[in-house]
Each structure stands twice: as structure tokens, then as C-alpha cells.
């Protein structure tokens, strides 16, 4: 069986046997995460197709590692790789906090265009959560992945920079609310009608493909009016252009109520539902993360802006236990490029103990899987999270919120997925 790279036609993967992917390992936890989610994903395709299956790793340097053998923390070499080889799956990168470096995982999705960051959020039975019903909690996140004050345009305090952009606001825009202009940092919000309509698009598609019964457009645009407010102006146009009798939008629900009043607006939405229609309806950000917690079951597919979408899922992992078992994927539904990664980040404190949970890089290695459509060994993996939890064999994560569970290791986590596939 011989390697081959996974090509694409129109966004369509064609995946060989011995598929390359290519990974970078990451910083911090990376390395024990990875060397768990490598053994198990390669212990489900061969145990899946009886090894006639495999995948080939390629090494692809991104972080530290890059830093000390190549100067470069993010080398072309790098991005050019993933490029080629269409997907790559990634342990978490180190970012300085109000200096240094800029994210070098943000920059991996900008450079590489993945627009959408998938975060599917599932409860596993027997996981410790802070809620009653955490099995209510099922929710797949669609966060915008290259816009937003997360683009990292921004101008520090004090500098030329910044007081040119500030001077341009007040002299030229006639901006009044600059509240310190002498000691303020600038940073700037882009959020546009493509990058808006591509986001929404590929929720409503999950939605459909997936029997979804909503999406959820969450926007702070009470506040933030032409981005926010715009992002949600964006995707009920896009939602009722291009998927018309597919949807249901709480856009036609108040031209109902406005024309009808609200007993022919209800009326029409439960029709709408009991014909399996989508609901796409929208949430201001701050009430969002208290009906989640209150009432998770009103969510099934959220589509929002990145700095939003990043509080939320970090919201919606402890609902279900934590970060450790948060999976995420940064896709192109366009190109069918993607970037699988932990929703986590490089927990310093335990770099190098191998102490942390690996299933959130695990479970991102499922929807590897699951995107190249080797179903069977994806299934595999579930199953064996499923078993081992169940088990009350944990890290220390889970262990030290659940009564009688056996604490083991990052790398003794993943031998006991292996012997429970
Ligand atoms: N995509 C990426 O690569 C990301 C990178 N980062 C970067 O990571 C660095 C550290 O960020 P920080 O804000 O501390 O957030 P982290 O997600 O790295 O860690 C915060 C805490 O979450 C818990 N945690 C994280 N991962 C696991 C795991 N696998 N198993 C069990 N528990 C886990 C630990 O909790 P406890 O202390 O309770 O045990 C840990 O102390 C920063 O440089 C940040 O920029 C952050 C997010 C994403
Ligand atoms: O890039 C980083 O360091 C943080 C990113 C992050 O928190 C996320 O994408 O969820
Ligand atoms: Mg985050």
C-alpha cells in the first residue's frame, strides 16, 4: 500500500488508502496529547479495516519546536504543506499575552482561509458537568474563523500608530466617545457580508445534512450595530435567499406578527416545523450564556462571530466536563481544506507530565475521520471514549469530580481506549 496525498475536485475529497497528514504536535501539552490521540486514531483504522487502511503522518513544525530548529515560528514550509496535503491536525500553540507573537493559530486559519470553526458539543455519559441534565447539552457551534476584533489589527497604546487612527476617528469621523484618547489602544472590528453569508451558508447546510432543528445567529447588535447587527441582517437574507421553503426565519415571524399579529406568526412557525423545516432564529450574546445553561435543549446549531464563538465554547465545554473533552475543526467547506484541533489550549502547568485529558485532540481526530469518511473507525473511537468513561477510568479531570473513579495518565488514558475498541 503505498502513500498518497488526498486531492480534492470542487471541494469533493478523494482519499487513498494511506492517506498523508500532515500534524504539528504543539506546545505545552502538545506533545503528551498528541502522542495519545496518535496511537489511538492508528489503533481504529487498523482495527476498522483490518489494516488495509492507514494513515501516513508527516511531521509539519508550528510553534516553539519551529522557533528552535528554524528561527521562524511558523515557517512557509509549514503552510505550504498543509496546503497541498488539503488537511493537517494539530496540537494547541502557545500565544504571549499582551505582547510577542501573534497567535499562530489564528494565523494558520487566516492564511490558510479555514472560515469556519466547528465545535461540536456533546455530553458522554457518566462525565462529571455542573448541570442537572447535561445530556441536554448537544450543540455543534459554527464560528466565524477569520474576521472580527480577532483579526489582530489592533494599535498599541502611545504609539504614532495608534494616535494617527485616533486622530482620523475624531478629525475626520468625527468620532465623540474616545473616553481617553491620549492613553488609548485601538483595535479594529471587520466583519463582512461574504465572510458572514459563507459562515451562515455552511451552518444551515450541517443543519440539513444533519437534522438539525435550528440555527441560531448569536450577535451582540443592539450594541455593535453595522458588524454585529450586520451579521445578523446578513444571514437571515442569506438563510431566506438561498434556502427559501428549507427555512423558517424569525425574520418572517415578525413581518407575520407586524401583518398578522403573533397567534398567526406561532402558527406559522409550528407549521413550519411540523414540515421539518429549520428554524433559524437569533439570540443577543449576553442573554445567550444564560439560556444555554437554563434551557440548552432551545440550541441545536449556533452560528456566530470568532470572539463570541470562542467565550461560548469554552462556556459550553463545562457544561458537558470541561475542556478536556472539547474537540474542534477550523474547515473550509469550500475547498475541503481543514485543520483539526483541540478547542484547549497548551495548559503550561501540566507541559510535560502526562497528566491531562487527551479526548478533546482525540475527538478531533474522530472528526478527521469522519471528514475524510472513514465512519467505521470514528465509531470506533466514540464507542471507546463511551466504554472507558462509563469505566470511571479518567484523568485527573474527571477524577477529581467523580466519586470512585480510577485516576490515570494522559498516555494510560489512551491505552485504555485502545483495549476497550
Ligand atoms: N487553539 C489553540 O492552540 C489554543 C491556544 N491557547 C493558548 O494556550 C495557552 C494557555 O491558555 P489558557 O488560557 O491557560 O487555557 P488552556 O486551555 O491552555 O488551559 C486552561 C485550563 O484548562 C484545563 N485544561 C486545558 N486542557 C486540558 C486537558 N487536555 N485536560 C484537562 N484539562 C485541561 C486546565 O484546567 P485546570 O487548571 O482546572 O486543571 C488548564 O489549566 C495560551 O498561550 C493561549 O493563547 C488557548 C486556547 C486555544
Ligand atoms: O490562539 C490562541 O492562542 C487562542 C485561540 C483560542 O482560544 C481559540 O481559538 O479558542
Ligand atoms: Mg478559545
Same mark, same amino acid.
Given at each position: 500500500?503505498?502513500?498518497?496525498?488526498?486531492?480534492?475536485?470542487?471541494?469533493?475529497?478523494?482519499?487513498?488508502?494511506?492517506?498523508?497528514?500532515?500534524?504539528?504536535?504543539?506546545?505545552?501539552?502538545?506533545?503528551?496529547?498528541?502522542?495519545?490521540?496518535?496511537?489511538?486514531?492508528?489503533?481504529?483504522?487498523?482495527?476498522?479495516?483490518?489494516?488495509?487502511?492507514?494513515?501516513?503522518?508527516?511531521?509539519?513544525?508550528?510553534?516553539?519546536?519551529?522557533?528552535?530548529?528554524?528561527?521562524?515560528?511558523?515557517?512557509?514550509?509549514?503552510?505550504?504543506?498543509?496546503?497541498?496535503?488539503?488537511?493537517?491536525?494539530?496540537?494547541?500553540?502557545?500565544?504571549?499575552?499582551?505582547?510577542?507573537?501573534?497567535?499562530?493559530?489564528?494565523?494558520?486559519?487566516?492564511?490558510?482561509?479555514?472560515?469556519?470553526?466547528?465545535?461540536?458539543?456533546?455530553?458522554?455519559?457518566?462525565?462529571?458537568?455542573?448541570?442537572?441534565?447535561?445530556?441536554?447539552?448537544?450543540?455543534?457551534?459554527?464560528?466565524?474563523?477569520?474576521?472580527?476584533?480577532?483579526?489582530?489589527?489592533?494599535?498599541?497604546?502611545?504609539?504614532?500608530?495608534?494616535?494617527?487612527?485616533?486622530?482620523?476617528?475624531?478629525?475626520?469621523?468625527?468620532?465623540?466617545?474616545?473616553?481617553?484618547?491620549?492613553?488609548?489602544?485601538?483595535?479594529?472590528?471587520?466583519?463582512?457580508?461574504?465572510?458572514?453569508?459563507?459562515?451562515?451558508?455552511?451552518?444551515?447546510?450541517?443543519?440539513?445534512?444533519?437534522?438539525?432543528?435550528?440555527?441560531?445567529?448569536?450577535? !451582540?447588535?443592539?450594541?455593535?450595530?453595522?458588524? #454585529?447587527? $450586520?451579521? +445578523? &441582517?446578513?444571514?437571515? /437574507?442569506? *438563510? %431566506?435567499?438561498?434556502?427559501?421553503?428549507?427555512?423558517?426565519?424569525?425574520?418572517?415571524?415578525? !413581518?407575520?406578527?407586524?401583518?398578522?399579529?403573533? #397567534?398567526? $406568526?406561532? +402558527? &406559522?412557525?409550528?407549521? /413550519?416545523? *411540523? %414540515?421539518?423545516?429549520?428554524?433559524?432564529?437569533?439570540?443577543?450574546?449576553?442573554?445567550?450564556?444564560?439560556?444555554?445553561?437554563?434551557?440548552?435543549?432551545?440550541?441545536?446549531?449556533? &452560528?456566530?462571530?470568532?470572539?463570541?464563538?470562542?467565550?461560548?465554547?469554552?462556556?459550553?465545554?463545562?457544561?458537558?466536563?470541561?475542556?478536556?473533552?472539547?474537540?474542534?475543526?477550523?474547515?473550509?467547506?469550500?475547498?475541503?481544506? &481543514?485543520?483539526?484541533?483541540?478547542?484547549?489550549?497548551?495548559?503550561?502547568?501540566?507541559?510535560?507530565?502526562?497528566?491531562?485529558?487527551?479526548?478533546?485532540?482525540?475527538?478531533?481526530?474522530?472528526?478527521?475521520?469522519?471528514?475524510?469518511?472513514?465512519?467505521?473507525?470514528?465509531?470506533?473511537?466514540?464507542?471507546?471514549?463511551?466504554?472507558?468513561?462509563?469505566?470511571?477510568?479518567?484523568?485527573?479531570?474527571?477524577?477529581?469530580?467523580?466519586?470512585?473513579?480510577?485516576?490515570?495518565?494522559?498516555?494510560?488514558?489512551?491505552?485504555?481506549?485502545?483495549?476497550?475498541?
Amino acid at each position: 500500500m503505498s502513500s498518497q496525498k488526498i486531492t480534492t475536485n470542487n471541494g469533493i475529497l478523494n482519499v487513498p488508502d494511506k492517506p498523508i497528514i500532515p500534524f504539528i504536535e504543539g506546545d505545552g501539552i502538545g506533545p503528551d496529547i498528541w502522542k495519545a490521540a496518535n496511537k489511538v486514531l492508528d489503533a481504529a483504522v487498523e482495527k476498522a479495516y483490518d489494516g488495509k487502511k492507514a494513515i501516513e503522518w508527516k511531521e509539519v513544525l508550528a510553534g516553539q519546536k519551529a522557533y528552535d530548529k528554524t528561527g521562524e515560528w511558523l515557517p512557509q514550509e509549514t503552510l505550504d504543506t498543509i496546503n497541498e496535503y488539503l488537511l493537517a491536525i494539530k496540537g494547541p500553540l502557545t500565544t504571549p499575552i499582551g505582547g510577542g507573537i501573534r497567535s499562530l493559530n489564528v494565523a494558520l486559519r487566516q492564511e490558510l482561509d479555514l472560515f469556519t470553526c466547528l465545535r461540536p458539543v456533546r455530553y458522554f455519559e457518566g462525565v462529571p458537568s455542573p448541570l442537572k441534565r447535561p445530556e441536554e447539552t448537544d450543540m455543534v457551534i459554527f464560528r466565524e474563523n477569520t474576521e472580527d476584533i480577532y483579526a489582530g489589527i489592533e494599535f498599541q497604546e502611545g504609539t504614532d500608530e495608534a494616535k494617527k487612527v485616533i486622530d482620523f476617528l475624531q478629525d475626520e469621523m468625527g468620532a465623540k466617545n474616545i473616553r481617553f484618547p491620549e492613553t488609548s489602544g485601538i483595535g479594529i472590528k471587520p466583519v463582512s457580508k461574504e465572510g458572514t453569508e459563507r459562515l451562515v451558508r455552511s451552518a444551515i447546510n450541517y443543519a440539513i445534512e444533519n437534522n438539525r432543528p435550528s440555527v441560531t445567529l448569536v450577535h !451582540k447588535g443592539n450594541i455593535m450595530k453595522f458588524t #454585529e447587527g $450586520a451579521f +445578523k &441582517a446578513w444571514g437571515y /437574507a442569506l *438563510a %431566506e435567499r438561498e434556502f427559501g421553503d428549507k427555512v423558517f426565519t424569525w425574520n418572517a415571524y415578525d !413581518k407575520i406578527v407586524e401583518e398578522e399579529g403573533r #397567534e398567526a $406568526a406561532d +402558527k &406559522a412557525q409550528s407549521e /413550519a416545523e *411540523a %414540515e421539518g423545516k429549520i428554524i433559524i432564529k437569533d439570540a443577543i450574546a449576553d442573554i445567550f450564556l444564560q439560556q444555554i445553561l437554563l434551557r440548552p435543549k432551545d440550541f441545536g446549531v449556533v &452560528a456566530t462571530m470568532n470572539l463570541n464563538g470562542d467565550y461560548i465554547s469554552d462556556a459550553l465545554a463545562a457544561q458537558v466536563g470541561g475542556i478536556g473533552i472539547a474537540p474542534g475543526a477550523n474547515i473550509n467547506y469550500e475547498t475541503g481544506h &481543514a485543520i483539526f484541533e483541540a478547542t484547549h489550549g497548551t495548559a503550561p502547568k501540566y507541559a510535560g507530565l502526562d497528566k491531562v485529558n487527551p479526548s478533546s485532540v482525540i475527538l478531533s481526530g474522530v472528526l478527521m475521520l469522519e471528514h475524510i469518511g472513514w465512519q467505521e473507525a470514528a465509531d470506533l473511537v466514540t464507542k471507546a471514549v463511551e466504554k472507558t468513561i462509563a469505566s470511571k477510568v479518567v484523568t485527573y479531570d474527571f477524577a477529581r469530580l467523580m466519586d470512585g473513579a480510577k485516576e490515570v495518565k494522559c498516555s494510560e488514558f489512551a491505552d485504555e481506549l485502545v483495549k476497550n475498541m
